[in-house]
């Protein structure tokens, strides 16, 4: 009887392990299941993340928009109608025409150079151009002039310093001829080689009205349009300028300038004054002199290198 006993209850115990071992198991796969569940929506939860993290990263105009092309309008000017202008921008280079409404001047400035970015990949910085507005914010199909600093101009004229795309040219419009050899209208002379010298050169500003100027940054530049370009101290001037024979007598024509407000301004203004009362010029191999009548040189200049 003993041994039946015995034998019924191992045959109980049996299943009752078997029963333990598949939950044990099936609990097991569960867990693990779930484990990879938790680490695959992690792992895509954290490339997803990423991902968004670089493009707002990189979004910009600089990458995002397609600014190349020429740009088109009338900026406000205090002293004028306003300046019409006009830029083109190609991947990393500018060609910028400005014309002073209103004004006389035959002159209608180009400036050529490359430009660069800013770090926030939303504004051009056209390089080249000193002592006036030339940073342009980016937008889509627009640009917009901004001060000095690089911000945004307030106040009742502040959309008018918008630039609107006019074409999606690649090419940036070519450069001007090369000067001619000679002054236009000019026949050949005595004076030919001075007339050359005088409009090749580009010079720097070294005496006015008798005081020496310490600056190496004041200059006049005369072109073969007939006009010169010229910089005292605070804001770029532009004007016209009449050869009148082989006299060497020259005159010039108040043109425009721009209107920074610097803290001294005298000799600018004395250098326009100047301009007005010059009736002729000499040159001295290197230099240069304007003057009015047999008086002492009004100003003296010398060739920059």
């Given at each position: ?108 400035p180009e ?12 504004t051009i ?114 004007g016209s ?65």
């Amino acid at each position: 009887m003993k041994t039946k006993s015995s034998n019924f209850v191992i045959n109980l115990k049996v299943p009752n392990v078997k029963i333990k071992v598949i939950i044990l198991m099936t609990l097991f796969f569960l867990v693990l299941s779930c484990a990879k569940k938790d680490k695959n929506e992690t792992t895509e939860t954290m490339v997803v993340d990423s991902t968004e993290v670089v493009v707002n990263d990189d979004h910009n105009a600089k990458n995002s928009l397609d600014y190349i092309g020429m740009y088109q309008g009338i900026l406000p000017r205090a002293d004028c109608e306003g300046i019409e202008t006009t830029l083109w921008i190609d991947e990393n280079n500018y060609v910028l025409y400005t014309n002073y409404l209103g004004k006389m001047s035959k002159i209608k400035p180009e400036f050529r150079g490359s430009f660069v970015w800013n770090n926030e990949g939303n504004t051009i910085i056209l390089e080249g151009i000193e002592n006036a507005p030339n940073r342009y914010f980016v937008g889509e199909n627009y640009l917009t002039q901004l001060d000095m600093d690089g911000n945004e101009i307030e106040g009742d004229l502040a959309e008018r310093y918008v630039l609107q795309k006019k074409s999606n040219v690649k090419v940036l419009p070519p450069p001007p001829p090369p000067a001619p050899e000679t002054i236009k209208n000019y026949s050949i002379h005595s004076k030919s080689l001075e007339n050359i010298s005088l409009v090749k050169n580009k010079w720097r500003l070294i005496e006015l009205n008798g005081k020496s100027i310490e600056s190496k940054e004041m200059f006049i530049k005369l072109n073969n349009e007939e006009g010169y370009i010229a910089f005292a101290g605070c804001n770029n001037m532009m004007g016209s300028v009449e050869f009148k024979d082989e006299k060497s007598l020259i005159k010039f024509t108040k043109g425009a300038s721009t209107m920074m407000a610097c803290p001294d301004m005298t000799t600018e203004q004395e250098f326009a004054e100047m301009l007005e009362k010059v009736d002729n010029y000499s040159i001295n191999g290197n230099n240069l002199s304007f003057n009015r009548a047999r008086m002492a040189p009004l100003a003296r200049f010398e060739a920059m290198k």
